[in-house]
């Protein structure tokens, strides 16, 4: 989910919240279902939800596993939190830094720009 989500980031979740197109979603990986994967909610498609990470070169998602049943749509996402600076960086500056991006809510890709980058992968 680069460049929305850093690794080391973590999320605070709404369980069983309505999921719209444009919302970054927590599901199970439906070939691996005690695996939980991020990914954004594209659009609503017979059978579910087409999910896609935000890193269009990384095809871990509905592009590999098609689209993603409703049961298996764990939560939304709607704040990210980042991780603190490494112990090595832990300067009044950088703090103050980190304390201003820390906590920020996960942004929300308009619905017509979901659909319009959803048209382009069926074109392929």
Same mark, same amino acid.
């Given at each position: 989910?680069?460049?929305?989500? %850093?690794?080391?980031?973590?999320?605070? #979740?709404?369980?069983?919240? =309505? *999921?719209?197109?444009?919302?970054?979603? !927590?599901? +199970?990986?439906?070939?691996?279902?005690?695996?939980?994967?991020?990914?954004?909610?594209?659009?609503?498609?017979?059978?579910?939800?087409?999910?896609?990470?935000?890193?269009?070169?990384?095809?871990? %998602?509905?592009?590999?596993?098609?689209? #993603?049943?409703?049961?298996? =749509? *764990?939560?939304?996402?709607?704040?990210? !939190?980042? +991780?603190?600076?490494?112990?090595?960086?832990?300067?009044?500056?950088?703090?103050?830094?980190?304390?201003?991006?820390?906590?920020?809510?996960?942004?929300?890709?308009?619905?017509?720009?979901?659909?319009?980058?959803?048209?382009?992968?069926?074109?392929?």
């Amino acid at each position: 989910m680069v460049p929305t989500l %850093d690794p080391g980031d973590q999320l605070v #979740v709404q369980y069983g919240a =309505v *999921v719209r197109p444009g919302d970054v979603v !927590v599901v +199970r990986h439906p070939f691996r279902q005690d695996l939980l994967i991020v990914k954004r909610a594209v659009e609503r498609r017979e059978g579910g939800w087409w999910v896609m990470g935000d890193n269009p070169l990384v095809e871990n %998602d509905s592009r590999e596993f098609g689209t #993603v049943p409703d049961e298996l =749509v *764990v939560a939304r996402a709607w704040l990210r !939190v980042r +991780r603190p600076p490494g112990a090595g960086q832990r300067s009044a500056g950088a703090l103050l830094s980190w304390l201003g991006s820390a906590l920020r809510p996960v942004r929300v890709v308009p619905a017509a720009s979901a659909a319009r980058f959803s048209r382009r992968l069926r074109a392929r």
